[in-house]
Structures are given as structure tokens and as C-alpha cells.
Nanobody, 126 residues
């Protein structure tokens, strides 16, 4: 049974930094791409943020976060991270950790992911 549990979301001021964590169980990191997806409101669609491939040697970011966010993983801890710097009010959203069982493809749209966490709220005040 796959389980993804996010943590680290909170209220911060614009310009601050924050690190989100996602502990995964029931998956093997070297056969799954791991991504972060966000949703600004229930009325809006989920938006791709970042992904790290199964090999752990390639990352890809949405243009809106490129240069500010960094995705990484620690296989020994079964954890994927999203380091967020210079946060903006537009980054306010529920952030979801997601996993997809692919060895070579890098999923960059939310609908490509099979497994999802429950989400963690990040609020950036101006």
C-alpha cells in the first residue's frame, strides 16, 4: 500500500523560505518519479511544481518556481523535499506530494501521477 505524507506547510511572510517534506512508504524510489503539485483553491486545477526522476539525477520545474524552488530526495529516509526560497503570495496553495511508477519518463502534468498525499497548506502573506 502506497502512502505519501507531507509536512512543513505553514504561514510565512513574502520573501521567506520554507522546506516541505514528504515521507513515502510502499514505493521504491529508483522505480518512481516523485513530484510536487500545488492547488491554489478548490475551484482551480492542480498545477505542476517540480519533479525528480526515478534515477534521482534529473529535475524539472515549472517556470513560475524555477530558480526559487529545489526538489531533492533522501533514499535512506524515504523522503522527498521541496526547498522553497523567496516565497511570494502567489505561491500560496495546498502542496501535494505525488509519485508515479516510471523508470525513464519524467511526469510533468498532475494527471500523470497515480499516487498522492493528503497535502500541506502553505500560506504566504504580503
Amino acid at each position: 500500500q502506497v502512502q505519501l505524507v507531507e509536512s512543513g506547510g505553514r504561514v510565512v511572510q513574502a520573501g521567506a523560505s520554507l522546506r516541505l517534506s514528504c515521507v513515502a512508504s510502499g514505493i521504491t524510489f529508483n522505480t518512481h518519479a516523485l513530484g510536487w503539485i500545488r492547488q491554489t483553491s478548490s475551484e482551480k486545477e492542480r498545477e505542476f511544481v517540480a519533479v525528480i526522476n526515478a534515477a534521482g539525477d534529473t529535475t524539472y520545474y515549472a517556470d513560475s518556481v524555477k530558480g526559487r524552488f529545489t526538489i531533492s530526495r533522501d533514499i535512506t529516509k524515504n523522503t522527498v523535499y521541496l526547498e522553497m526560497n523567496n516565497l511570494k503570495p502567489s505561491d500560496t496553495a495546498v502542496y501535494y506530494c505525488a509519485a508515479e511508477p516510471v523508470r525513464y519518463r519524467i511526469p510533468v502534468t498532475p494527471r500523470e501521477y497515480d499516487y498522492w498525499g493528503q497535502g500541506t497548506q502553505v500560506t504566504v502573506s504580503s
